[in-house]
């Protein structure tokens, strides 16, 4: 029991002593206590606001010097951002930047690193459509296969459990890589800008790289189908593909073949093979993504198809003393497979 408890069973204990007074003295001797208890309820009560007090200026304290904390983080991340890229540019780095330097082992800073990634998967949107790992080495990865149905069951009869099949994909890796060269002029330019000008012209090559990697590897490992590239060539892939990916499935596709033979195709008299809502096409119901970089008409599932990013993408320099440049490759280890064949269908125009 608490003092306050206590305190509070007392003044009950004294009420019924009160009532059972039989002289004044003895009335006033227990108003007394009274006032005395309740005079240290007060002080127990200030203590107990005093305390809180303090205990919220300690968790505000706490909060301020974490803010402060993670303050400083940020203020040597890019204290170190700085360096790296002032690295890159040529310029002279001080004693003090070059250990800094040296126990980061000349990383790539993170927010750098950050930023070429979120450009490759921009530039490539297919990166954010299939199913992307980043391991280390070599990976087995696996998919799942299409479901089987449900069946009937015969009461009391023992149920057999069905499994959805695991396929599995082993990837390796292979470097990707990506050159520019700027002129000695590089070190006239802002930390800021010179980010900006590297990660665009480094993500944007690996980009391509790797969206041409994926759509040639669907191209040439998906379930071949042949075929006119007209209407009925079309449905032909909508139904070959397993009612099981179709969910989230996609037709990819040149601007070329798209624009010059599929949109010729719809004749709004006859058919609604082709459709265009909120500024995106369909053909027979399903998403149109166009690349640059298919070379046939392709229509499945890419969650199916398993990227690996061996290793986050490293960015090496080297001054040109001959012809007074810079030149500034990026590198990236990258291995893509697709789990299932039938995922994807691919239309082999007839000749």
Known sequence: MTRKE???????EIREEVDKAETTEQVEELEKEVDALNEEETQIEEQEKNEEVAEEMKEEKSAVKEIKMEERKMEKKKEYRDIYLSKLMGKELNEEERDILVAEDGAIPTETQNTIFEKVVKKAPMLDEITLLNVKG???????GTRTDGAD???GASITESEVPLLKVDLAGTEIVKLVTISDTVKTMSIDAFEEWLTDMLSDSIA??????ILNK???TGTPVNGSLDASGLRSLVAGLPAGYENGAKWYVNKSLFYNNILALQDISKNELVTRENGKYFILGYEVSISDKANKVSFGNAKKFVGNLAEDINIHTQYNIGNNTYSYSGVAIYDGKLADATAFQVLNVSA
């Open 218 to 220: 669907i191209e040439t």
């Open 6 to 12: 206590e305190i509070e069973a007392r003044k009950v």
């Open 153 to 155: 069951h015969v009461e």
């Open 138 to 144: 070599n990976v087995s990865f696996y998919v799942e």
């Open 208 to 213: 391509n790289a790797i969206e041409s990697k």
